[in-house]
């Protein structure tokens, strides 16, 4: 702690003393004043603001985007779209980052970036690469599938070693039987739950709460009545019904075999149960909720065809023997048969 020689706490930068400034921020070997920092401030600005003036950035000559194209024309045979797109981005990019601001009103950008996405292999680092060679700036690449589960993660990923597994990962979640059929809080009103914070795991299982608990968000709004999936209705109804009614120790997943009504939940019969209830709340358009209505009237019109068809023996037995099933006696109708 530095002090004068009165004993008084002062300034390690300016000599003022306690009385003299407005405040003093203590260090760990001394104090500083408001008015010295302001000044370092200051010094710092434009230190900054000429190493900006003098680096090569902003020494950098923008190149015009044909002329971009042209430079990686002589590295990069063929992708003539991308080579386009991406000589007008590097152009714009130099551009608003380098050249002062031609109007006082426009937003002074401080930062630009230029993402490329595309599948492996198509080319996207020798792309980058040949950019960076043509700015003399350093060139650093990410690839995101490094941060997913099943993505390409690099080179010498044989040599990699594996520290702990971590799927099972361990996270704080409210329990989810605090929670209505709707996802709102009982506690709260209008306070919606969605997602791993009911403890479930953070795929389809986190996608679906996030619609129902949206749907009823938006329901609560307009004041209509809630929109709640029963177990016979859709997997989402199972999942909500276990999470409230059981809770769980453990990150949810939704298997079939938790479901009793599994044998009704199928692919082939989700917008006959699902779109009246989607075209009900706004979700689901006239137009869609026509072709289920058409898909539902052709098959009670081939129903209705079906029973009322006689079926002879003598025409079918011998189709029946063919598939090694029971024959038929009598003269009946073709749809047991089709059963």
């Known amino acids: 702690m530095k002090m004068s020689k009165s004993g008084m706490i002062h300034c390690s930068f300016c000599g003022r003393n306690r009385d003299e400034v407005k405040i003093l ?73 380098n050249l002062p601001s031609s109007s006082k009103n426009e937003v002074e950008i401080e930062k630009s970036n230029v993402i490329m996405i595309g599948e492996t292999g198509t080319g996207k680092t020798l792309l980058a690469k040949t950019i960076a060679k043509l700015l003399n700036v350093p060139f650093a690449i990410v690839d995101a599938t490094v941060f997913t589960e099943a993505g390409y993660v690099g080179e010498d990923v044989e040599d990699a070693k594996i520290a702990r597994y971590g799927y099972a990962i361990e996270y704080d979640y409210f329990p989810p039987t605090q929670l209505k059929l709707t996802l709102e809080t009982h506690l709260i009103e209008n306070l919606f739950f969605a ?67 599994r044998t009704l939940l199928r692919q082939d019969n989700a917008d006959e149960r699902l779109t009246p209830l989607s075209h009900n709340i706004g979700l689901a358009n006239d137009e869609r909720m026509f072709l289920v209505e058409q898909k539902l009237s052709g098959k009670q019109e081939m129903l209705k065809y079906l029973n009322n068809l006689s079926v002879d023996p003598s025409a079918v037995n011998p189709v029946l023997t063919s598939l090694r099933l029971l024959l038929i006696a009598i003269s009946i109708t073709s749809f047991p048969i089709m059963k």
């Open 25 to 97: 921020i203590a260090g760990q070997e001394g104090h500083i004043c408001e008015n010295c920092i302001e000044h370092a401030h200051e010094i710092i600005d434009k230190e900054f603001h000429q190493k900006k003036v003098d680096g090569k950035a902003g020494d950098l000559k923008i190149q015009k985007p044909i002329a971009i194209k042209t430079f990686l024309d002589q590295y990069i045979i063929g992708q003539d779209e991308a080579k386009k797109i991406l000589s007008v981005a590097v152009y714009n990019h130099f551009k608003r980052i």
């Open 195 to 261: 997602g791993q914070i009911n403890g479930t795991t953070g795929y389809e299982e986190a996608a679906c709460q996030g619609l129902i608990a949206g749907i009823n968000a938006a329901q609560n709004v307009k004041e209509k009545e809630p929109f709640v999936l029963t177990r016979s209705e859709a997997y989402i109804g199972v999942l909500i019904d276990d999470l409230i009614t059981k809770s769980t120790d453990e990150p949810y997943r939704m298997f079939t075999s938790r479901a009793e009504y």
